[in-house]
């Protein structure tokens, strides 16, 4: 008899063939992930994983903590695992649940029984263990209808899990299993939550941020480390380029009509972008950009945007309205970060008359001022690279 962490996969049990290397790819980053809490063992049966204790120093708050945050689980709670015999069941189950019944009124059982050779059946198990629970614990009434709480016994191939109720996990797919894509950075609210969704899609991050300093202060790079630390809880590790995007700003300050300002600043951090992205395998970039949201984010302003790079630009933000895009921010716990008032290199040198419906053309002629290809090199030369975790 122990406590188990038991863990339901999310959208896995659709993916067919493919499903054993998911599941495979969530143990390996459930263990990544759990490593901190003490040893355990993490076992797989029937879209259900379970992480066994091997240590009695095993940290369960933290470890439900971290579960909650791994993408492709769809529910998961701390469960009694016992031998398979409703005396078994019935002795430590009760006791188990002490605490998970307190000030509740009303509750069901629900009993599953993938092994069929237990000699009782599912209505069977739930009528006398809940007599049990009866018994024991004079505040507690059967509502099979609406009941405050649900208690679930499961016999499964080698044990028998007693649980109440359980947590919404994370959902998505399990990070790794969807290619490798670049996220650009920045430290508003907007970029952490893109990165977020996207790695909820299964797809691990690289990221790249623009640091102009002694425009941009260091506080306002170490913000953008706390936001991807943030992230990299739901994510896993994060390798991140920061890139000096001084040199680029000044010449476009100094050489380039102030109206193109912004768009010809974001070309240059898309192209930068990509280039690292080769580097690291990554297969598209992601932007936090909204449409219509700034100047910059006009349909006009991302279609004259996209035309440096050719990889693909996943904007999983496109079509969010602010207070949406903050609703997921709270939630994963960026929001307050990215209100620390550090300046990104963005609010410098904004201009005061951006073009909103931008011609590309007029755009290339503006840049054709500059040594882009000598400007691009030296800013990636100039890179200092980190691993986020
Ligand atoms: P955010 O809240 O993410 O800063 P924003 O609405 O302020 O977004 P912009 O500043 O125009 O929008 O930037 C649009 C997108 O460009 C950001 O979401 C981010 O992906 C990228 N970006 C902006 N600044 C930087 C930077 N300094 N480094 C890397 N990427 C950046
Ligand atoms: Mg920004």
Redesign the pocket.
């Known amino acids: 008899m122990k406590e188990i962490i038991l863990i339901k996969n999310g959208e896995l049990a659709l993916k067919g063939l493919n499903r054993s290397t998911f599941e495979d790819v969530l143990v390996k980053n459930l263990k990544y992930r759990l490593k901190k809490c003490g040893q355990f063992e993490i076992k797989k049966s029937q879209s259900t994983i379970t992480v066994e204790p091997v240590s009695d120093d095993f940290d369960f708050s933290s470890a439900i903590k971290s579960v909650s945050r791994v993408f492709g689980i769809a529910a998961f709670s701390r469960a009694l695992a016992v031998e398979k015999d409703m005396d078994e069941i019935i002795k430590y189950g009760v006791d188990y649940l002490a605490d998970a019944l307190k000030g509740v009124k009303t509750f069901k059982v629900e009993s599953k029984r993938s092994d069929k050779k237990f000699p009782l059946n599912s209505l069977e198990i739930s009528a006398e263990f809940g007599g049990a629970l009866l018994e024991k614990y004079h505040h507690l009434k059967v509502d099979v209808h609406n009941p405050e709480a649900v208690v679930v016994v499961e016999i499964r191939d080698k044990y028998a899990f007693i649980r109440c109720g359980q947590q919404k996990g994370a959902g998505g797919m399990p990070v790794g299993t969807g290619g490798r894509a670049e996220i650009?950075?920045?430290?508003?609210?907007?970029?952490p939550v893109?990165a977020w969704m996207i790695a909820k899609r299964g797809i691990q991050l690289s990221a790249?941020?623009?640091a102009s300093p002694p425009y941009t202060s260091l506080r306002a790079e170490q913000k953008v480390i706390k936001l991807l630390s943030k992230v990299a809880a739901y994510s896993g590790p994060i390798a991140l380029d920061i890139i000096p995007f001084t040199e680029i700003q000044e010449e476009i300050a100094d050489k380039c009509k102030e109206e193109y300002f912004t768009l010809i600043m974001?070309r240059f951090?898309m192209k930068i972008a990509e280039k690292m992205a080769e580097r690291e395998h990554a297969l598209a970039l992601i932007?936090?950009?909204s449409v219509g949201?700034?100047a910059?984010?006009t349909l006009p302003a991302l279609c004259v945007t996209d035309r440096v790079v050719t990889m693909p630009v996943l904007r999983p933000l496109i079509g969010m309205d602010k207070d949406e895009i903050i609703d997921i921010s709270r939630k994963i716990d960026t929001f307050d970060i990215?209100i620390e008032p550090y300046e990104?290199?963005?609010t410098v040198f904004t201009p005061k008359h951006p073009k909103t419906r931008p011609e590309l053309a007029k755009v290339e002629e503006a840049e054709s001022a500059l040594d882009i290809d000598g400007l691009i090199e030296r800013a990636i030369e100039g890179r200092r690279f980190m691993l986020v975790e």
Not at 184 to 191: E, F, K, N, R, V
């Open positions: 650009l950075i920045s430290g508003g609210i907007d970029s893109a790249v941020h623009f974001r951090m932007t936090g950009e949201q700034v910059s984010q990215s990104d290199c963005c």
